[in-house]
């Protein structure tokens, strides 16, 4: 086994504030309670870090170490129709896009919850029931996606061989020698 040290601990503080954060946020806080603006002020603060963090951060954490491409999408997609085992040492395609779609998705959630509390103090005379909508949709896509997210870490955990959510935790990826791609 080959070990990497993929996730540093920025990277790995980020994603597990986030799981619980948003967890939170979608299961067990009031909606329109002063908790759930507040957790949501933090999430989008996350956000907005690691949006910084992925150009200053370390060679994993870094947006040009995994720019999602077509042809590393339908390579992904071919290893994984023929029962080739080839990792990555940071994220794969496939997963690189669901970091950006999640990125994206969290940061709209941001966006339309705080466009929501500003439209509730408008007059009457201004409907934007439009926001408190859109915010939704953000949050029903955003949990379909961490429901993907979350098989196709244990999916590909399985079929690698390769522990990543042990790998978010201690930011080491051990991969089998034969089996990796940069």
């Known amino acids: 086994m080959a070990r990497y040290k993929v996730w540093d601990p920025f990277i790995r503080l980020f994603h597990w504030s986030m799981v619980l ?37 370390p060679r ?34 496939l997963g690189s896009l669901m970091v950006f779609n999640l990125l994206f998705t969290i ?18 005379a201004i409907p934007l029931t439009w926001t408190e909508d859109l915010h939704e949709a953000f949050v029903a896509w955003a949990q379909f996606s961490i429901v993907l997210h979350i098989a196709a870490v244990v999916f590909e955990s399985r079929r690698l061989g390769v522990r990543l959510i042990h790998a978010m935790i201690t930011g080491v990826k051990q991969i089998p020698r034969h089996r990796v791609r940069e």
């Open 60 to 93: 994993h954490a870094r947006f040009a170490s995994f720019r999602p491409s077509l042809s590393g999408i339908i390579d992904q997609l071919s290893d994984i129709a023929t029962r080739r085992r080839f990792a990555h040492q940071g994220h794969s395609p």
């Open 107 to 124: 940061l709209a959630i941001g966006v339309t919850g705080y466009l929501t509390t500003l439209s509730a103090g408008l007059s009457a």
């Open 21 to 57: 954060l948003f967890a939170a946020n979608s299961f067990f806080t009031d909606p329109d309670g002063n908790l759930h603006a507040q957790i949501g002020y933090v999430l989008t603060a996350l956000i907005v870090s690691r949006l910084a963090w992925g150009f200053v951060g």
